[in-house]
């Protein structure tokens, strides 16, 4: 054999060993980002002694229980949206004003894995420049589940066969469809310091025009999402909020109340934030100021408020400072695993979860390493549920309560992403900021300081919201 030859063995192998890592990690659902960096390989530090599962055999009655439960996912057209080339050109535009490197290939796991993290923080696009990518997200999801279902019959069969081990039988219950769950709505922003009006009628008030001159109309609802959606009679036209900007230059500096402070400088990165062309939109409002677009003091957590930890530990600002501080670049140094895994390069392996999961151990989340739900950073190999997005849910789901109205969410939260409404965890995210009529996130892949997300209660998909304060610690 030729040196050459000897040569193009190692690499072949390399990229097999990558792209099984890859594999891995990807069917369990995340977010990528493809460039070159740092060599971080010498970093041995581990957060925490991680089980060894590899080598356990699973117990035939144990394999019995989940085959029982096997479902699989819907097998879906994989035809191509019609307005593919609009999200192509968005998808382009980000990998180049980010200098990262990616090949448009519905095949690689890579490229869908970096899509799905871009509609994550698709907030700032316009809404048809959102739809399109929405669309195109489901496209290659079709092509996904495809795969995942044929992992899902390989662990299974092996599994029945008595070949199987601890690591196959955990893997396989974190690529089944979820079940139940309690997604995001909006049902109206909750207003604690207000009490209802009480309208005293007149002692001669049986005439129906005397009841309509002495009683007031309906008030809006401050919460209302949906600024396009028809009032009901007697109900006057709900107030449109602006919303604050949406600068990820990196140079905006980190606020210290909640992150509940509006910002002028770039108006309305929201709900209707641009026509396509660049030009602001306003919803409803014609482009006029809107006086009623305040900070939200009934959800702002003040300064002391938002430093106090919470009964269970969890330290809501240092989690947001965490997140700020590390929204456009990977804590290599610390969390080298996936750097190592992937041939040492800076971000090229999908993060969102693995940044999240940082960021909530940030905030004082204790690692799990007992039990029957793992959640863990190691050097040698991290938990599933600490970079996978679907098996960092399946984790929160036994830790956490959920989230049920959006207006309830407080900075520090944490949200996944469903966008196809299919059982799939695609994303994870963490609450950076609440303003008037909106919640914005940050996250990484593609890397998004304080993105707005609640556009996409209206497109179908599903956000799952865990409340930090009642996470077991």
Avoid at 174 to 180: F, M, V
Avoid at 300 to 321: D, F, I, V
């Amino acid at each position: 054999m030729t040196f050459k030859n000897r040569r193009e063995g190692k690499n072949l192998k390399k990229q097999a060993a990558i792209w099984l890592f890859v594999g891995a990690l990807a069917l369990g659902g995340c977010a990528s980002g493809v460039t070159k960096g740092t060599d971080y390989s010498q970093n041995t530090k581990q957060s925490a002694p991680a089980p060894e599962l590899e080598k356990k055999p699973v117990d035939t009655k144990e394999v019995e229980v989940v085959s029982d439960k096997v479902t699989y996912y819907p097998d879906t057209k994989t035809q191509k949206p019609a307005q593919t080339e609009v999200a192509v050109k968005i998808i382009k535009n980000t990998v180049k004003k980010n200098k990262g490197k990616i090949k448009e290939d519905p095949n690689d796991q890579n490229y869908r894995d970096y899509v799905s993290g871009l509609l994550g923080g698709a907030g700032d696009l316009s809404p048809k420049e959102r739809q399109a990518l929405l669309e195109y997200v489901k496209y290659l999801s079709a092509i996904e589940k495809r795969q995942i279902n044929k992992k899902i019959e390989e662990l299974l069969k092996k599994l029945k066969s008595g070949k199987g081990t601890k690591e196959d039988l955990a893997l396989l219950q974190s690529l089944l469809p979820i079940k139940g769950g309690v997604p995001l709505k909006d049902k109206g922003k909750p207003t604690p310091n207000k009490k209802p009006g009480i309208v005293k009628l007149p002692d001669k008030a049986q005439d129906p025009s005397e009841l309509k001159k002495t009683t007031k109309p309906n008030t809006p609802k401050p919460g209302d999402l949906n600024p396009g959606e028809k009032d009901k009679p007697n109900k006057p036209e709900d107030p449109k909020p602006t919303h604050p900007g949406n600068d990820h230059s990196g140079t905006e500096k980190p606020d210290t109340n909640g992150g509940n402070e509006p910002n002028q400088k770039n108006p309305i990165p929201g709900q209707g934030s641009s026509d396509g062309n660049g030009t602001p939109q306003q919803p409803g409002d014609n482009g006029k100021p809107n006086d009623k677009n305040k900070p939200d003091d009934n959800n702002k957590p003040g300064e002391s408020q938002l430093n106090k930890p919470e009964p269970n530990g969890y330290n809501r600002a240092k989690a947001k400072e965490y997140a700020y501080k590390w929204w456009n670049k990977r804590n290599n140094a610390q969390y080298g695993y996936y750097s190592r895994a992937m041939g040492g390069c800076e971000d090229c392996w999908a993060d969102c979860t693995n940044f999240i999961s940082q960021v909530i151990k940030a905030g004082g989340m204790k690692e799990v390493t007992n039990g029957n739900s793992y959640w863990y950073y190691s050097d040698k190999k991290p938990s599933l549920s600490w970079g996978v997005a679907h098996s960092f849910y399946l984790h929160m789901k036994q830790r956490a309560k959920p989230v049920e109205n959006i207006w309830d969410l407080k900075v520090g939260d944490i949200i996944n992403f469903d966008f196809e409404n299919d059982g799939r965890i695609n994303h994870s995210a963490v609450v950076t900021r609440k303003m008037g009529n909106e919640v914005y996130v940050t996250q990484h892949t593609a890397d998004k300081k304080d993105s707005p997300i609640s556009w996409l209660l209206f497109t179908g998909a599903k956000l799952y919201g865990f409340d930090m304060s009642t996470a077991k610690n």
